[in-house]
């Protein structure tokens, strides 16, 4: 095996460098990054959770997560680094809403992209609104795991709380606030809300009324060259290497994944397999007409992120995992590599809701084709390739809207946890898939976005590859029958249900 040329010692790093941190599902991590793009030295990551309840709760506490960024930046911003670090880039799951008091206290938990307790208000939204007319102007769909139903829940369910917000912050502004003593949103991050226009990059004046919000609520917007400035010298004293460095507004994780595995052009289509996963492909400004299923949101002034997103991915491996009675490694990865079989359960893997690209919120998973005789080897092949199925209906509106993308790179925790998901996505949608084998390719797209300005010109390191898995042509048509199964299981239960 050919030795890796990107991760480097420290020692090695060209300058400028740039200090990363990226907010996950599962856990806040961190590294350092030099002017070709490589990690150098060491990684930091410090485990969390979210916390789920059955009522659609999910939610995590937001000084909880400042400590860990802390405690992350305390580990790699070292003082013989003393100026050479010259930006810190922060990334954090998408769609996070904060409501903060005049001080910047948190009045309210962090509330994820996950929480479902704002189905109904999705509903009545969507009596209240022309959805295709929204949609077409922000670039979303009216759910759950977006701003205006979340904030409608909120008034509705704590009225005493939503009046005393002062402010609405995404995780990202929140802990800069509280770090720097200012703050702002990245045009990203207000585009995942659904509250921005995506066409001017301004706040949506219909969608903030019927949030009841004003734009004195929300942070300006701005885009990535647009960084920030502390509001005093409180970073010097404990963080001397950092003295100087511009602090970019946090973006959202879908961007800097797309452009850490190197999706950064409408040829290539970046696939994301973590706890959630997305397809997603890099179009010049504001793209003419969205498609029904998918999003568009809003990069800066020249880009665009068209894609579309999928619920459950790791989560819904994690749920077979530990309620099926599975075999060990290798035996099970074995069988997820088999020639595929009628006897295999057809599975919605939909535990979470529904988004891309039926947005149904309330949706929960459905099996087909249980019977006596199925084995736990047999149902959890059906969670792979119904997860399989979900990214295939999101890519056949994908390649529509950018029918030159052909190439798919993908990357995130669960392609190297259960490699044999790659070949089942590349057999399922009928094209390779490459897979991106550098760890945090999120963290490594939020440095590279910073490095634009820091380091403009410079050439960027290739991540590493693993091996491209082609597809088994003569798998096509049981993967058509699957295809049609499933959407007509879903156009039965989850489309008429919802």
Known sequence: MARSIFQIELSRAVDP??????????????????????????????????????????IIDPDQVLAEVIEIIDSLATKDLKGRIKGVALDSFASSLIGIDRQGLAL???ITYADARSAQQVDELRRLVDEDAIHERTGVRLHSSYLPARLRWLSASDPRTFDKVDRWVTLGEYLHLHLLGRTAVATSAASWSGLLDRRTGQWDPEMLALCGITPRHLSTVRDPDQPLEAADNRLDARWPALKGALWFPAIADGLGASI?????DNRTIGASAATSGALRVMVSGPLDQVPTGLWCYRVDRRRSLLGGAVNDVGRAL???TNTLALPPEPLLGRALLAEPSEATPLVLPFFTGERSTGWASHATALMAGVHATTTPVQLYRGVVEGIGLTYRRIAVQLVT????????????RVTQDRPELLQILADV??????PVTIKRATLHGSALLALEMLAPGL????????????????????????????????????????
Do not use: N
């Open 260 to 264: 850490g595995a190197g999706a950064t």
């Open 401 to 412: 809207h950018a029918p030159g993308a052909v190439r798919v790179l993908a990357q995130g």
């Open 459 to 498: 050439e960027r390191t290739p991540p590493d590859m693993g091996t491209i898995a082609e597809p088994h042509r003569d798998r096509a048509a049981y993967y058509a029958e699957r295809m049609a199964r499933f959407s007509e299981l879903y156009d039965k239960v989850i489309a008429e249900r919802w």
């Open 429 to 434: 949608m009928g094209r390779p898939v490459a």
């Open 108 to 110: 309210t938990p962090c």
């Open 318 to 320: 994690s749920w077979a």
């Open 17 to 58: 460098l740039v200090l990363a941190v990226d907010i996950g599902s599962t856990a806040s991590r961190g590294s350092v990054y030099d002017a070709h793009g490589r990690p150098a030295g060491q990684r930091v990551k410090v485990a969390h959770s979210f916390t789920s309840r059955p009522d659609g709760t999910c």
